[in-house]
């Protein structure tokens, strides 16, 4: 059944192109400008960052910003500061990146990886500030109520999951094997991060693609729209704020795409999370309830 459903989307996917040649190429041109432009220098520096901090184990040493926490919970895993914090200041795909070594090393297991993997992959605070509430919005809404509307879903999803493992060591200091980043070379941990960056690139263009044929009219509008949405976040947050909506609709609009993150942002998650092999599953079921309690948040109090 996989293998004749793929075969038709290849098909089908060879009749777009040749029928909607000019559609396809102005996607494909987006998704590289984008990636090129924003991706590779925000993200790159990030990755490479990241691996060397694995391979010379300086992971634990942001858990000392945190101090008073880890005194407080001493059996509380030294790698959960460092995962949480680089998570959400970085954004997508950083987090599951660094949750799929965390997970190879020992350091979490599975279950904590997928659960982790729900709470640390966000939209980076930055691209919030500077293209959706700045760009976007035009500095109209408040940030500080954009921020906890985003970000309350995050945590009462911590405290449900902290509370229905406790007392099966879930987030506790585990015994951790020996990291496969302390034996890679200089040079391996540059073409593992470029492998990485280009392989983002490559899911950022095929989804600038689709959305540059929804938004030629194939489909109708209605049914357009929420699809373009939940493809990719940069072009579900423009697409979205052309709308005829008045704004605190199209707020929270905008606040749903923002908070699922785009089904861009999931391939590339699980790309950089092959090697653990974490379920996408429960990730994509609960971005979905976040943009839906998001959204209503920000109905309610604005």
């Known amino acids: 059944m996989g293998k004749y459903f793929y075969q038709l989307c290849l098909i ?10 000019e559609q396809c190429v102005a996607g494909a041109k987006s998704g590289l400008l984008l990636w090129s432009g924003t991706i590779v220098p925000t993200l790159l520096p990030f990755f490479l960052l990241t691996n060397l901090m694995m391979k010379y184990q300086t992971v634990h040493y942001i858990s000392y910003l945190f101090y008073p926490l880890f005194r407080l919970f001493p059996w509380l895993n030294k790698d959960l500061a460092y995962t949480v914090l680089m998570g959400f200041l970085c954004g997508y795909p950083l987090g599951g990146k660094i949750i799929n070594d965390l997970v190879l090393s020992g350091s979490y297991t599975k279950k904590e990886g997928e659960a982790l993997l729900v709470l640390c992959n966000n939209v980076s605070p930055m691209f919030s500030i500077g293209f959706t ?4 919005l035009k500095g109209a809404l408040s940030v500080p109520l954009y921020f906890c509307c985003l970000y309350v879903p995050n945590l009462l999803y911590f405290i449900f999951i902290f509370c229905k ?12 094997k020996p990291m496969t980043a ?4 200089f040079d391996d941990i540059i073409f593992d991060s470029l492998k990485t960056i280009f392989t983002i690139g490559i899911f950022i263009m ?8 929804l938004q030629s009219g194939v489909l109708s509008a209605a049914v357009s729209s929420p699809v373009i949405g939940m493809l990719e976040i940069t072009t579900g947050i423009s697409h979205v704020s052309l709308l005829s909506l008045n704004f605190r609709q199209k ?3 905008i606040l749903a795409v923002t908070s699922f993150g785009g089904l861009c942002s999931m391939a590339q998650v699980k790309s950089v999370c092959q090697k653990s092999q974490l379920s996408m599953k429960s990730y994509l079921i609960f971005k979905m309830i976040f943009a839906v309690i ?3 948040m920000l109905l309610f109090l604005l």
């Open 251 to 253: 707020a929270a609009a």
């Open 206 to 213: 095929i989804f600038s693609i689709i959305s540059s044929l």
């Open 294 to 296: 998001s959204s209503g």
């Open 133 to 136: 509430l700045t760009l976007i």
């Open 12 to 21: 089908l996917t060879a009749f777009l192109l040749f029928l909607f040649p």
């Open 165 to 176: 493992n406790k007392g099966s060591g879930f987030l506790h200091i585990h015994q951790q």
């Open 182 to 185: 302390a034996i890679k070379s």
